[in-house]
């Protein structure tokens, strides 16, 4: 959850004021590796639970204050963003009924926030990207309330030094700029945590990274961002892009992410993954320090390493190594950050099953996976992994490339096997999880497949606003039945809870395909593009995609009467006839009021302006089209 007492303004003498006790830590943490004052003889297991909260017609509502007072529980905590929350788990010894265990606490904790939830007005979802998120939600007024993440967005854009870029291409492609790094909070997540003694620290670290890829592939939940068909695991990409500080240079030179799978494999200890990151990565956050680590050493008490836990927290490596005090006790962790949240809590506990289970089997079969594969290929994985699910080719320890789903039954779901089975876990659980997993992979059913499935199967019906709410609506239903996602059935549009609710605001109308000129061009161009597009209307922009004019068809037809081309030279550039300074609206005006504005003036399109840019256009016709859509369902009934 990252440290909360941080301060807005961290200047330059707190900095290095931090920095130093950060130095301090560091050589506490390796005198504490030394004098081997770590936890070794038991390993734990636990998790972080993230969910979206949603309001009555399945859009993100921003409660997540008012829900955390009405659930009044310490496993809860805030998110970055107000329709974020996220619950911890218990430690579980990692054996015996662990994981049935596991999938009942969050079975106990969803209900009580669902119940906390619905008494605020909205509900619960667990998605790795809902569906029906729009970038709108995605200002910082959506952000919770809290100085750590004002302050985590001031240092990071600052680094940044101008707007974060995303681009990302899947069937369709996603190519847009935010101010903020807000669009992190696009993503949940289902973390899970694996404690390791600090002697096998290197070998399990490095087999975790290798079967990241593995598991990704049949664990991908997020195919959907912005009505878009991006990526299988949309997360991935889209958590590494929303904050990334680094600047383009004018020459080649490396530089690392703050997200990022890592550079090499681990030689020797945790302590390589600590320096490595001071190194690499400025420190965004100060904080003063609780206690002095080698005074806390002295008297035989763990130390906290505040400093050194607040800069691990901003660093996001996708394997992040944690450390904890348990029962005043020092140890370390593993924790597991690419599982998304969802489908249910059976498909999650599922996904950890087959991760705990292929981390203990290649440590039982391989020992050290770096001496039967390269750090290339695991790396290499994980984005193919990403990016098609089942779908991708992974390299194994034969360095050749396989289908995901056919190593997942033949090689690694046996793996999985044989370490759950040496690690002592009950039978009976073993048999229901990686069952969930092969029943997964055999029907080929990922929770990212069920969604993109169910758009397809939708086809045009609805606007597109319509068909997320309805397969959002969906994953509600389906997720309370607790059965896995390989046994869903499509969506329907009727589940979306009708049309209204998709047509309250501009953005979820306007059309985005926009066909458009520049001023200096000529007017003969506008009328070709008019013939061949079927539009009455063209707008004018520069090369920055503000908006500087609109040409209309009575524009048109009114220059065919008046025009001489014999009194000028050239053609007739589209600056003379272009209306400037058209009345526009943005993305959050209401439709309603962008209807009446359209009445009120005989105009039959309005523009559409968000930060001064052109971003679409919502016309008559489009509206005319819903109007029309509306009537027959109305009279249908």
């Not at 770096?370 to 991708?392: P, R, V």
């Not at 068909?467 to 239903?477: E, F, G, K, M």
């Amino acid at each position: 959850m990252g440290e909360q007492d941080v301060r807005r303004e961290s200047e330059a003498e707190e900095i290095r004021v931090f920095l130093k006790h950060l130095l301090n830590d560091v050589r506490a943490f390796e005198k504490m590796l030394e004098d081997d004052l770590f936890e070794r003889d038991i390993r734990r297991i636990g998790a972080e639970q993230e969910l979206f909260l949603v309001d009555r017609h399945w859009r993100p509502a921003p409660i997540a204050t008012e829900v955390l007072e009405a659930v009044n529980d310490p496993h809860f905590t805030t998110e970055l963003a107000r329709f974020n929350l996220e619950f911890n788990l218990d430690p579980l010894v990692f054996g015996g009924t662990c994981l049935s265990v596991m999938e009942w606490q969050i079975g106990e904790l969803l209900g009580k926030v669902r119940e906390a939830a619905r008494s605020c007005g909205g509900d619960i979802l667990l998605t790795g990207i809902l569906p029906t998120l729009v970038k709108s939600d995605l200002g910082l007024d959506s952000m919770t309330p809290n100085p750590r993440y004002f302050a985590l967005n001031d240092a990071m854009t600052r680094l940044r030094g101008g707007a974060y870029e995303f681009y990302l291409k899947g069937i369709d492609e996603l190519h847009l700029n935010h101010d903020s790094i807000m669009v992190e909070a696009c993503n949940t997540s289902f973390q899970v945590h694996f404690q390791v003694a600090p002697h096998e620290f290197a070998k399990i670290y490095n087999i975790a990274q290798a079967v990241t890829g593995p598991v990704m592939a049949a664990a991908v939940n997020s195919p959907l961002l912005f009505g878009k068909r991006l990526w299988r695991e949309t997360r991935v990409g889209l958590f590494q892009q929303s904050i990334d500080t680094r600047r383009s240079m004018p020459h080649l030179r490396e530089q690392t992410p703050r997200v990022s799978f890592g550079r090499r494999w681990v030689k020797s200890s945790a302590l390589e993954i600590f320096r490595e990151d001071i190194a690499r990565f400025r420190t965004l956050l100060s904080t003063e320090p609780d206690d002095d680590p080698f005074e806390e050493i002295a008297q035989g008490r763990a130390p906290s390493l505040k400093a050194l836990r607040l800069h691990n927290s901003t660093v996001y490596r996708w394997n992040r190594v944690c450390y904890g005090i348990s029962d005043g006790k020092p140890h370390l962790r593993i924790e597991n950050r690419i599982l998304p949240s969802g489908p249910t809590p059976r498909d999650e506990v599922a996904n950890a099953a087959f991760w705990f289970g292929m981390v203990s089997g290649c440590l039982v079969r391989y020992r050290d996976i770096t001496e039967h594969m390269s750090f290339d290929h695991a790396q290499a994985n994980f984005f193919a992994a990403a990016e098609l699910g089942l779908s991708a080719q992974l390299a194994w320890t034969g360095g050749v490339p396989k289908p995901a789903d056919q190593l997942i039954l033949d090689e690694f779901l046996p793996i999985a096997r044989e370490g759950l089975e040496a690690s002592g876990l009950a039978g009976a659980d073993i048999d229901l999880y990686l069952g969930t997993i092969e029943e997964r992979v055999r029907s080929r059913r990922t929770g990212a497949r069920w969604q993109l499935d169910s758009l397809a199967a939708l086809g045009s019906k609805g606007p597109l606003s319509e068909r997320l709410s309805a397969i959002t609506a969906a994953i509600a239903s389906r997720q309370q039945g607790g059965q896995p996602v390989a046994t869903w059935e499509p969506a329907k549009l009727e589940e979306g809870g009708g049309w209204k609710q998709n047509y309250l605001t501009v953005e979820h109308c306007m059309d985005t395909d926009l066909v458009t000129v520049e001023q200096s061009e000529p007017v003969d161009l506008v009328a070709n593009l008019m013939v061949w597009n079927h539009i009455r209307h063209i707008m004018v922009e520069d090369a920055d995609n503000r908006l500087v004019g609109l040409v209309s068809q009575r524009a048109l037809i009114k220059l065919v009467g008046t025009y001489h081309p014999e009194h000028r030279e050239g053609p007739l550039p589209v600056a003379e006839i272009m209306q400037r300074e058209p009345v526009t609206v943005t993305p959050e005006t209401a439709t309603v009021d962008a209807i009446d504005i359209m009445r009120r003036n005989h105009w039959s399109c309005l523009p559409v302006i968000k930060d001064d840019r052109l971003v679409g256009v919502v016309t008559e016709a489009q509206l005319m089209a819903i109007a029309g859509q509306l009537l027959e369902e109305k009279l249908r009934e």
